[in-house]
């Protein structure tokens, strides 16, 4: 552990012209404040070089960042700090300090907390930009860290009055939720300060989960990279906080917290807050990611985690809201009799709605089979039904023909725009003259129907989904970034499921391509089974439901 590092304190000209520049426009002001000192900082363009003779980038791994001192001003104070990659300071306030300021020369990230009374919140937590500066107030709570693969410095000035007696940055608030305390100390904003440099404890401010979460993350962090590197850590125990962060009791204020930012249709109210949430879920993930692959439970599949959640968020809802009625419409009006239909199930995930179809359709078993390209899906699908890992797009009609095709929850629209087409193609030509197509699609709107949270039906497996437009290749897509929270089993885990596109082409494209393939085509809303005229670009429900007949006959 160490403090900041005193290296032989230089004469005012021996420092860099830029850093003069500041000491001089910090005598010269009387009354000085964050705003001023900012833009003293500004105009003595201070480069990255010029801080290159006080980096520390040798600190030790228990430590934050490195922290040297390069001017002691009496009523100020200009520091170097230097961070490696994954370095992350505690969050802190600045003791005695009443005016400064901070000038990054890397990527870093920029905490701020509000605290109230007992509790702390966080209020923004934002890329900076190299060159970048940022005021700092006797009120300031936050945390600096360098979330990049390159390790940089920043240049930290903190001053008073001259009145107040003590360092500077005495007696700095250390927040630590691990021992529910504040720590007033002196020296570096570190997670495992040694008793030596705490001056005396307060009791502990209450984060909401966000702000646990992350802090908690970077703790787990900062003391894995010290173990790893054989540093011992004395004063805090690796194994509790890593028990803490996977504490499904941890479940109900995350459930709080949501729910106050969310209204009953699932759509977020709090547009800032729900992005600082998931940036706070996405490095709980990771951290959590890290220690499961330690412990050799990672598999290379996207769709591992994913797949033991998927049915509790989306294939149940989906079965019971839609999907069930429109086989059930299926069978009503085109084939009543299934049990000697032959079908095929593209995208097959969990199997949960082939199993649907076995028990309450009257497929047989024995003539329903499964593809999926996700490996960890076909994995569950295998226990209940027929299934492999398998490419709509290399099916081949001189194995196997079938009377059905079946594809859910818009599978289709998963691929690239450039082999929507292709892929219908290819399905028309693997079924038997007069069989039939069903699946279902969503339409180029569906955005405003898509919620932003999704529960189980217990609320133990909770989807956060961030929804956007974007365009590639001038066609549209909606991209969707989900993040899962499960409390089930025993643990809690995060899991960032990545981003998934959805090609959105029109619906009377839709209905051409399957009218190419196939032939005869009638399309239905998939909740209200209202017939979609061929004029429509949507329908209320924004999911829709295609059945196509093989009509036609290849020449």
Sequence with gaps: MTNSVDKQKPSITELPRSIQNIIRGIESEKNLTHTKLRKIVKYAHVQIEDLTPWTDYEHSPLDSYGRVSIYDGGYFNIMVMSWLPGDFSAIHDHGKTLWGAVQVF???????FYVQDSEIRTLSRVQ?????????THELVHQMGNPTDRKYPSLHIYGNDGITHGKITEEERIIDFDEDTVQRAVGGAFFA???????????????????WLRNTTETIRRLRTADKAGVPCYNKNLNKLIFDLFDPRRAQQFLHDLEENVDDNGHNTNSATWKLLNRELQAGAKIQAEIQEDEGGITQDSFYTYADLYDEIIGKPCLEGFMGNYLQFFQQKYISDLSQTEIISIGCGTGLIER?????????????????????MIQVASNFIRAEVGDALTLDPSIRMWDMAYSGLNVFQYL???????????????????????????????????PNVIYSQNKE?????TPQLIEKENCMYQRSQIMNFSSRGGKMRITDEGVHDRFLPPLGRVRYYFERAFGKVDIFDAVSLEPIPNTADT???TRYVVIAQRTKVES
Excluded at 128 to 136: L, Y
Excluded at 358 to 374: A, F, H, K, P, T
Excluded at 429 to 435: D, H, Q, R, S
């Design 106 to 112: 890397g990527e870093a990230e920029h905490g701020i």
């Design 128 to 136: 900076m930009k190299p060159g970048q500066i940022v005021g700092v």
């Design 193 to 211: 300060l040694p008793e030596d440099e705490i001056v005396r404890r307060e009791p502990g401010l209450n984060p909401d989960f966000m702000t």
């Design 356 to 376: 649907y179809m076995i028990e309450n359709l009257g497929v047989r078993y024995e003539n329903l089979y499964g593809i999926d390209i996700s490996e960890a």
């Design 416 to 450: 690239d725009h450039q082999f929507l087409e292709d892929v219908i193609s290819q399905t028309a030509k693997i079924i038997k003259p007069n069989g039939y197509f069903v699946g279902d699609f969503i339409t180029p709107d569906h955005i405003r129907w898509y």
């Design 461 to 465: 497996i909770v989807s956060l989904r």
């Design 539 to 541: 329908c209320p429900s």
